[in-house]
């Protein structure tokens, strides 16, 4: 079992940054990608960014250029830096974790995280 507790959500002005944090305990051995998704209401949860254990990074197209994803491994602590926040980045923004063990994958969420951009 993998357990995510993320931290840094709030309310910020467009054009404001904001940096979440979401620290993995348990059988961290076994994660490979961390990353984190978001959520609007009545929408299908999308990628926002991941990471490998190597640091091998992925991001959506809508972020490229303004967030950025970190890991510390020896925190097993995964970042999220978010600059040039636009109304549309408002959403609820959960951190995942994907382990492998005896040939299965898991998926792993946190409980969630406010992220709200005004105008």
């Known amino acids: 079992q993998v357990q995510l507790v993320e931290s840094g959500g709030g309310l910020v002005q467009a054009g404001g940054s904001l940096r979440l944090s979401c620290a993995a305990s348990?059988?961290?051995?076994?994660?490979?990608?961390m990353g984190w998704y978001r959520q609007a209401p009545g929408k299908q949860r999308e990628l926002v960014a991941r990471?490998?254990?190597?640091?091998?990074?992925q991001y959506a197209d809508s972020v490229k250029g303004r967030f950025t994803i970190s890991r510390d491994n020896a925190k097993n602590t995964v970042y999220l830096q978010m600059n040039s926040l636009k109304p549309e980045d408002t959403d609820v923004y959960y951190c995942?974790?994907?382990?492998?063990?005896?040939?299965?994958?898991?998926?792993?969420w946190g409980q969630g995280t406010q992220v709200t951009v005004s105008s």
């Open positions: 995942n974790a994907e382990s492998l063990r005896a040939g299965t994958s898991y998926s792993y």
């Open positions: 348990g059988s961290i051995f076994s994660i490979n990608f």
């Open positions: 990471i490998s254990r190597g640091g091998i990074t």
